[in-house]
């Protein structure tokens, strides 16, 4: 075997065998391409009949299975995931079993079209940088990240100046206006957050506003502190973390339904 990649070009059953059972022992990066069908049992149940399909088994044990359109897995299992193989009527079958949940995947390949092994090295960093509409889901799902105890009331709110981000209650049950900025906040942005805060004091309402984002320049937190306006810092690694878990869950309840 090859230290870096390893394949076979529409390789026997056992040849694919011997090279899936060495690269499975050695955690390397796997990908068959074949005409399989898959078999699911665990918290519910599922077949798929015979496809050509793309399997994927990754270094730390995760196991993907994709067909020839759309961007999401078919099936799927966890990393640290159990595999065994054996042949078996001609069919090259691969199980992969999660013991805490008692879940068997199983992927019988008739015809392999190629398998590759490959050793991957990659150690850099993720950095994730939100839209402004996932900033806004984000902090809506996760209000404490705008202050502890914080209640939204609503989103996008139309008002007499313009539109707001937030409106809601803070943990002492005061009004309060919010305003999302993505990037640093300018003094264009403190004018417009003073304006939505104006209109509602021009009626006599007692209202609190906030302007939040990752930074403020010296010159708009001079004028935010001038015009009444507290600025919140936002912590984007939090918002990043709180958005990752929100899509892993999105993820996990697509895939309960289609299992």
């Not at 015979?50 to 994927?56: H, I, K, Q």
């Not at 981000?165 to 300018?186: A, H, L, M, P, S």
């Not at 805060?197 to 001079?222: M, N, T």
Request: with cysteine; hydrophobic share 35%.
């Amino acid at each position: 075997m090859n230290e870096k990649v390893s394949w076979i070009l529409q390789p026997t059953v056992e040849d694919a065998y011997n090279l899936l059972k060495e690269s499975l022992s050695k955690k390397r990066f796997i990908i068959v391409t074949g005409l399989c069908k898959v078999d699911y049992v665990g918290r519910a149940a599922s077949k798929l009949d015979w496809g050509e399909r793309v399997l994927l088994i990754k270094q730390d044990g995760s196991l993907l299975i994709h067909r020839a359109k759309g961007f999401e897995a078919v099936n799927w299992q966890p990393p640290g995931s159990i595999f065994t193989i054996k042949q078996e009527g001609g069919l090259l079958v691969i199980k992969s079993y999660r013991k805490e949940h008692q879940e068997t995947l199983t992927i019988s390949f008739r015809d392999i079209t190629l398998l590759t092994s490959l050793k991957l090295v990659d150690e850099a960093e993720f950095e994730m940088h939100l839209s402004e509409d996932e900033m806004y889901e984000t902090i809506s799902s996760n209000p404490d990240i705008l202050e502890p105890g914080f209640r939204i009331l609503s989103q996008q709110r139309r008002i007499d100046a313009g539109v707001a981000d937030f409106t809601g209650y803070d943990n002492q049950g005061r009004y309060t206006i919010v305003e999302v900025k993505r990037r640093t906040v300018d003094v264009k942005a403190v004018k417009q957050a003073y304006k939505y805060l104006s209109g509602f004091k021009g009626k006599g309402a007692s209202v609190r506003g906030i302007i939040a984002a990752p930074s403020i320049s010296s010159e708009a937190s001079r004028l935010a502190t001038l015009l009444g306006i507290e600025f919140k810092k936002i912590d984007l690694s939090k918002c990043v973390a709180a958005h990752k878990e929100r899509m892993k869950t999105s993820l996990l309840e697509q895939s309960d339904k289609s299992t």
